[in-house]
Every structure is written in C-alpha cells, then in structure tokens.
C-alpha cells in the first residue's frame, strides 16, 4: 500500500511534466493537424539558454521567467520559418516538416556549440525530500505537482474566458467551420504556438532543473513522451492530453519498480510496446474525439 | 496480375535494367575520379539504394510515412549476424547466447534467408497492428507505431546483450572477411529495383495506390486497402532485410545505434528529395544526398581548402565547421518539405516516359462496345431502413426498391436524407435497423469494400477520384477489382468504357488536371468499370449547367447500358432527374412520402407542397 502510493505521488510528479508537454502537442494539433515531433527542440533552445545563462553566473530565480520566454520566441519562431509554410498540407509532409525542424535544430546546435551533454548546476532543492508517515516526498515533486496544477487552472480559464480560448477550442473542434464562423486562422495559429510555448516553457524549467544538462539531441525523449502522452489521451482532445500526460507518468514509475531487474532497464521500450498496444486496440486513445467525414 | 504485359512488365523491367546501369555507372565514374575513400562511399551507396527502394515500395505506394522500416532491418542485420558468424567467433562476444544460438553457424547466404524470414514474422505481426489501428493513407498512429517499432527494437538491442553483444562491443565477425566482392550487391540491388517497379504497376500495388490517392473512393470500388497495405509492408521488407543483411556483411559488425535515427533519417531524406512516389525518383534521391553528403562532409572538414584555393579565414567560416553534414541533411528535409513535397521527380518513371515515347499508340479510339443485357434476377431491396445521428432521425423506415432494367431516382429537399440513403446501401452509415438485400443476398453490415465487390457501386457527391493517377489509371483501378471479384460478369473493356465516356482524348491526363463536367464522367466510368450490379449515383449533376444536365442524362443511359447495371441516382435538379428515370421515390424529413412514375410524382400534391411547392417558393 505504501508502496503505491509512492508510486502514485512519483507517478504524479514525473506525469505533470508530461502532461503540460502533451497539452502543447495537443494544442496545435487542434489548429494545424501537426503531430509536432519539433516540440522536444524548445526544451534544447532553452536547455542552452540556460546552460550560457547559468555559466555566466545568473541564478535560476531569473532562469525561470527567461526559460519560459525562450521557449516562447523559439516556438513562434519555428512556427513562422516553418509550419506557416506547410499549412494545410497532408499529413506526410507535415510529419516530416516537423522532423525536419528538430534535425536543423539539433544540427545547429552541433555545428556551433558541439556533440557533447553540456551540463550545468541545478538547484539545491531539487534533491530534498521530507517525510510524511512513511512516505518520502520529494520537494521537486510537490512544487512540480502545485505548479502543473496551477498552470492548468490558468489555462482552463483563458480556454474557457477568453475570445482567444473560444476561437482555439472551435478551431480544435473544427477548423474549417471555426474559420468560417469568422475565428482569423493566422492569429489563432500564432497563439496556438505561444501557448504551447509557454506550457513547454514551464515543463522546461523542471526538466531542465532536474536532468541538469543539454545537448543537441536533448530534445528526443521530452518530445517522445509529450507526444506519446498526446496519442494516449487521444489527438486533438486537450483533456485527453493532460489525462494521457498522467498515465504515461504512473504506467512508467510503476513498471519502473514493478518489473523484474532483467528488464527494468526495459522500461522505455516496455511503454513503447504498452502504447503500441493501446494503438491497435484503443486507435482513438483515452478519450476519443469524434470527427466525421462527409461523404 | 498486370492489366498490360508489355507497360507493365516489359518496359518497368527494360527500365529498370537502365536504372541499375546508369546507377552503377554513376558510382564506378565518382570512384575513379575520387579513389581511395570513395569506394568505400559507393559499395554503401549501392547498399543504401537498395534500403531506400525497400521503404519507397511501403511509404511511396500506401503513402503511410514509416519510421520503422530500419527497426525491421535492425532485426534483419541481428538475425543475419547471429547466423552468419562462426561459433568460435560468438564464444567470445556473446557466450551466454540464447535459444542455442552459439552453435548455430550457417552459410552467409543462407544467413541471409534466414534474416528475411525473421523480419517477415515481425513485419507480419506489426502489420497486424497497423491494419488495427485503423491505419489511413498517412495516419498519424501508424506512423507513430512504426516510430515505435523503431525505438522498441533499439532499446532490445541495447539492453539484450547476451543476444546482441549490447551497446558497445556489438557483435562482429569473420565470415572470410567481409563482403569482398560487389556481385552480391550488383545481384540484389538490380532486384530491387524490378521488384519496386514490378510490384507498382502490379494489381496489388496499383490498389494500394489508389487507396492512398483516396481511402474511401478506393473502398467504395472494391479495394481492400488494409491486405494492400500489409501486401506492400511485407514486399517493402523483404527487401530492407537483404539491404540490412549486405549493410551488415559488408561493415563486418553491428551495433544498435548502426540502425538506428541516423540511418532513418538518412533513408527517408534520400527518399522524400528523389521523391518518395517514383522508383527512378529513389535512386537519383540516393545519389545526390550521397554526394551532398560528402560535399558536406569535406567543406566542412577543410573548408574552401577543397577546391585547393585555401582560403584561410574566408568569410564562409562561419558555415564551413565540422558536423555541416548533418545541418545538410536536416536542411535537405525541411527544404524539401516546404517548397517541394513530392521531390525532385514526384512520380515520374523512366520506364513509363519510354512507354509513351516508344510504345504502339492507337491512335483512334475502339469501335464502340454492344451494351450487356441486364439480367434481371438480381433485384436491391433496402426494407425498413431507420438512421438515428444522436437524436436526430435521418431515415425513418425506408423502403426502396430497384430492378437492373431500371433507372430509379430518389429525390427531396436538402437534409431528406437521401445521401444517407446512398451511405446506408453502399455500408458507409451503420443503418439502426433494416436490411439492404442485393438478388437474395443480405448486405447489411457488410464492410464498403465487400459490397462494392456484391455489385453496388457508388460516385460521390463531392466527386472522389485518384487525383494523381491518370484517367486510363483511374479507370483501370475498378477493372482491376472486377476481374477479381465479378468474374461472372462480362470484364469490362477499359478503352471501350474510356471512348464511351468521351474521355478518350484525355486518357493519359492526370486526374486533377481535368474540368469538372469531365471529372465527373471520369467517376462514371470509373464506377462502371467494376461491372457493377447498380451504380449508385450521388449528384452527379452538382454544379453542371442544363446543357451538361442533359448529357449527362445520355451518359449516364449509355454506361449503365454498356455494363448492363441497373441505376439508382439521387438528385436535387428535377428536370434530370425526370428526364432519365423510370421510376422516383420522393424523401422528405428522412421519410419516402411518394412513389411513382416522373409523371405521377410531378401530379402528386404531397410532393408539391413539401419539394416543388417549397424551392418554387424560395
């Protein structure tokens, strides 16, 4: 029992940070139909910021604003060199497109900067822990845990509130018909990005806090789970996004202590082939989306 | 098998013959200008191509974009390895090795076979999965499971290593050395190419086409695109497995991370800049990012000092720094992507420009065909069909009758029902209840495909053709399906339909090129060259003018005639449809409120007050 709640409240912390990836990756699937596999190259942009910003002495008190901030220029930058030019394309080319985006952007990092991890200092407080019965709770977790909280809170009410928030959730409901009921496409689009800029930024900041390092390739495995998270909880359902982002959390802690040593190094893979599955009995994921073609 | 011997199979394999010739040719001039390291560069080149045409049999004829096909060349070039090296050799590297592997030592070549069959079980087994997941042309989750295929079989590799000798030793062997001859790869690249051509212009491949030019239009002709795809998965990976077997013999060695991201990404940007749809597109694809490649390689390695100016601190510094190889490939797909999708050749064929520079043309259409008599005996019913979307009641309790002699026309205001209609007879739309019976046979809850294979066989309203296939190619997809499903019936004669249509002129125009009255006769033919029992016609007159109305009229008699397939036509333009039916159902509020002859339905008052009453009206 003790066991699984630790788990859960692992689970919990490790699931925030995928969830608040996910629901960025979800967000612009909504407007563009893009499966964003160039998501993961903000936590590289920022994980540079940081790695200069940090050597030059700064604290991670202004690290966390400046983080958020790079992650958001980056996203609206990548937004308008690249997707702003395949809007509309099948799906082929915009898978591609965005593989393409984090092959420039982890080659520009090789090229200027060079292969290897590059690391910098975190946080002291991000080791701590303290107990509450027999749980060990670390403090990472519990900020993590409040902050994701907070963030989805502020982001259900700009949904919700906002002109912004209504014409982003129509345009995910249904683009074509959104843009017909006057929602403008390029505005929409752009806040989409920053948005999602903004989640990733977040979820930047605690990654970076806790891996400690970036390199050109750093963006892979943020990328894979924002955007496994995303297909868990069903493309296109921002819920499903946040829920998904969760799951993959727990499925992962769990598996992590629950399988047998012999594979527990696994894990990676052991998730890859869970989700495989979830695929091929479960295509629409979580929560399903109902979309319908007209004939 | 191939609808024509000599297009599609004397010239694909004439042509391929040239391709491998010129390919090679290429190769030997580069690695005599170049010596040294270039030979090297070219036997991998060689090998890459043949990987390259493996993915482009999958990705360019389903239009699905795998990630995952270097996944199945890991297992093959694992497989291949753990067969092919000597005990001796595996005592050391992999002494715990399971499944009794250590003993097993086999000849290189059978090896090889060996690895086929492996990677064929797995691709059978993924395949599985992608026809589950419901994969589309270019769906999101069966490139994420290919994506995953990727990543599954690297973390095994690394974290198995009493199989695989893990992540740093690898295993490695002397099988005689190692590939010390280039006839092996001569061999298998030269079949590669003549599978990759041989298999698009085959049935299979021409159907897998067609449902990645349109899912549901293939469908609704028959086609199955889920067997294509998975026909088209397995040839694909015959061919990454021998690929990945030579890439393995020929290194002397593998390792996880040898096939894995950077071997994918290296493929597919060959791929997508030669041009993932064409075969001839793949190899020069192979070519110019293989010398780009080096080009990049070099400049960035010494800079202008290449060309021997030996410009110190020159200005393009900046640019010129190691690793500016992989800003080339990154940059390669990204450009390619934005400014032009289809790549350097789109779908573009040696062997098919030669067929229409060389081929016989006859050059005047065929004497027109005598029409097929109906038989009669195959009568559709659909009784008491009831529709519910959510709570709103599309259809309620419809009953629809249609003998082959006749042209019956369903009519009604917009949201009667009637395209729900079309959806329910040809197993689009799930009807709640009611039956859909074709001569005796009940079809409801049959799959699309199924029952357009039965004989019933829909255009659409928002007409659907296989935009980039040509109109003979359009056309030839539906007879494809009838000589393998309707071989009772007469096979439809595709030149004979084509002149019937008018579209003879237009014959090797590609679809999306043609006006839009022409289009839609396109879809006529297409519908009717699967010698259907009834063609069902959604609009077909949407957005014509009168004049066009009134062809289409005499069109659509002739081709029905032609077929002997009785019609059912669904229509708002009332002058059409009076002037070609024999019989009208009126629907309105998902209810038939009056049937009868043209003459009796425009008498009848119901009709008039809910359909001519209201449009005379508004």
């Not at chain 2, 689009?428 to 009611?434: A, P, Q």
């Not at chain 2, 019937?500 to 090797?508: K, N, P, Y």
Request: charged share 15%; aromatic share 8%; net charge neutral.
């Amino acid at each position: 029992m003790t066991e699984l709640l630790q788990n859960l409240i692992d689970g919990l912390g490790r699931g925030s940070i995928y969830a608040l990836l996910a629901l960025g990756v979800a967000v612009i699937f909504g407007v563009m139909h893009l499966l964003n596999f160039a998501h993961g190259e903000l936590i590289t942009v920022s994980g540079y910021a940081s790695f200069w910003a940090l050597g030059a002495g700064w604290s991670w008190y202004v690290m966390v604003p400046l983080i958020v901030a790079v992650s958001v220029a980056t996203s609206l930058l990548i937004e308008r060199v690249a997707f702003s030019r395949v809007r509309g394309a099948d799906d082929f080319t915009l898978l591609l497109t965005s593989f393409g985006v984090h092959f420039v952007v982890s080659a520009i990092f090789l090229l200027y900067v060079s292969a290897s991890v590059k690391t910098f200092p975190r946080p002291t407080w991000v080791t701590n822990t303290y107990a509450v019965g027999s749980l060990r709770i670390e403090v990472f977790d519990t900020v993590v845990i409040v902050v994701t909280v907070a963030t989805l809170v502020a982001t259900t009410l700009i949904l919700q509130r906002t002109t912004f928030g209504l014409s982003l959730r129509a345009a995910a409901a249904d683009f074509d018909t959104a843009r017909l009921m006057g929602v403008r496409s390029n505005s929409v689009i752009r806040g989409a990005f920053a948005l999602s800029g903004v989640l990733a930024g977040i979820a930047s900041v605690f990654w970076l806090m806790r891996s400690g390092s970036t390199s050109p390739t750093a963006g892979i495995d943020p990328m894979l789970k924002g955007v496994l998270a995303a297909l868990i909880g069903g493309l296109g359902s921002l819920r499903g996004a946040v829920l998904g982002g969760f799951t993959l959390g727990l499925a992962e802690v769990i598996l992590r202590s629950r399988l047998p040593d012999s594979v527990a190094s696994l894990t990676e893979g052991v998730v890859f082939l869970l989700i495989a599955l979830l695929f091929i009995f479960r295509p629409q994921g979580l929560i399903s989306v109902p979309h319908a073609e007209r004939v | 098998m191939f609808p024509n011997l000599r297009r599609d199979v004397v010239f694909p394999v004439f042509g391929s013959v040239i391709l491998f010739a010129v390919f090679v040719a290429v190769g030997l001039a580069y690695q005599s200008q170049f010596s040294g390291a270039a030979e090297r560069l070219v036997t991998f080149a060689l090998i890459d191509a043949i990987l390259v045409l493996g993915i482009q049999i999958y990705v360019g004829n389903t239009g699905i974009l795998s990630f995952g096909h270097i996944g199945f060349g890991a297992i093959a070039g694992y497989a291949f390895a753990l067969f092919a090296i000597s005990p001796a050799e595996k005592l050391k590297r992999i002494p715990d090795a399971p499944f009794g592997l250590l003993d097993v030592s086999v000849g290189p070549w059978m090896a090889v076979a060996v690895a086929v069959g492996v990677t064929l079980v797995v691709a059978l087994i993924v395949g599985v999965g992608l026809a589950r997941s419901g994969a589309e042309s270019g769906a999101v989750s069966a490139t994420v499971i290919t994506l995953a295929l990727l990543f599954v079989t690297h973390e095994v590799a690394r974290n198995w290593p009493d199989l695989t000798g893990g992540d740093r030793a690898g295993l490695s062997f002397r099988i005689g050395g190692t590939l010390d001859s280039r006839v092996p790869i001569y061999i298998a690249l030269l079949a590669a190419i003549v599978v990759a051509r041989l298999y698009a212009q085959s049935r299979g491949g021409r159907l897998a086409v067609a449902a990645r030019e349109d899912d549901l239009a293939a469908r609704a002709m028959g086609v199955n695109p889920l067997v294509q795809q998975m026909v088209a998965l397995l040839i694909s990976v015959v061919v990454v497995s021998v690929g990945a077997s030579l890439r393995v013999y020929e290194n002397g060695s593998i390792l996880p991370r040898d096939m894995f991201f950077n071997l994918t990404l290296v493929t597919l940007v060959m791929l997508i800049v030669g041009g993932r749809r064409s075969v001839t597109g793949a190899l020069v694809g192979v070519a110019v990012i293989t010398v780009g490649r080096e080009v990049a390689r070099k400049l960035g390695q010494d800079g202008f000092e290449l060309f021997g100016i030996g410009l110190d601190g020159a200005p393009l510094d900046w640019i010129f720094r190691e690793n500016l190889k992989s800003v080339f490939m990154g940059v390669s797909m990204l450009g390619f992507m934005i400014w032009r999708p289809a790549g350097l050749l789109d779908d573009w064929e040696l062997d098919k420009w030669l067929h229409g520079k060389l081929g016989r043309r006859s050059a005047s259409p065929p004497e027109s065909l005598p029409p097929v008599e109906p038989d009669d005996s195959s009568v559709l019913v659909a009784q008491g069909v009831d529709v519910a979307f959510g709570g709103f009641q599309a259809l309620i309790d419809v009953d629809v009758e249609a003998a082959r002699s006749e042209v019956v026309g369903v009519i009604g205001p917009n949201g009667a029902g009637k395209t729900t209609l079309l959806n329910v007879i040809t197993g689009l739309v799930e009807s709640n209840s009611g039956s859909v019976v074709l001569g005796g046979t009940d079809l409801s809850a049959t799959r699309s495909f199924k029952i357009a294979r039965s004989g019933l066989v829909r255009t659409f309203q928002n007409l659907r053709l296989f935009d980039s296939l040509t109109v003979r190619e359009n056309v030839e997809v539906s007879y494809l399906v009838a000589a393998a499903h309707r071989r009772h019936r007469p096979p439809p004669d595709v030149d004979g339909l084509i002149a019937a249509a008018g579209l003879w002129e237009q014959r090797d125009r590609r679809a999306r090129e043609l006006d839009y009255g022409t289009s839609r006769r396109l879809e006529l033919a297409r519908a009717a060259a699967t010698a259907p029992a009834f063609l069902l016609l959604d609009e077909p007159t949407s957005g014509m003018s009168d004049s066009e109305s009134l062809v289409m009229v005499e069109q659509v008699r002739q081709m029905a005639g032609l077929v002997g397939a009785g019609v059912v036509v669904i229509d708002h333009d009332l002058n059409f449809i009076i002037g070609i039916c024999d019989r009208i159902y009126c629907l309105d509020c998902g209810q038939v409120i009056a049937e009868g002859t043209p003459a009796e339905i425009q008498a009848d008052p119901v009709v008039q007050a809910a359909y001519i009453g209201s449009t005379a009206e508004g």
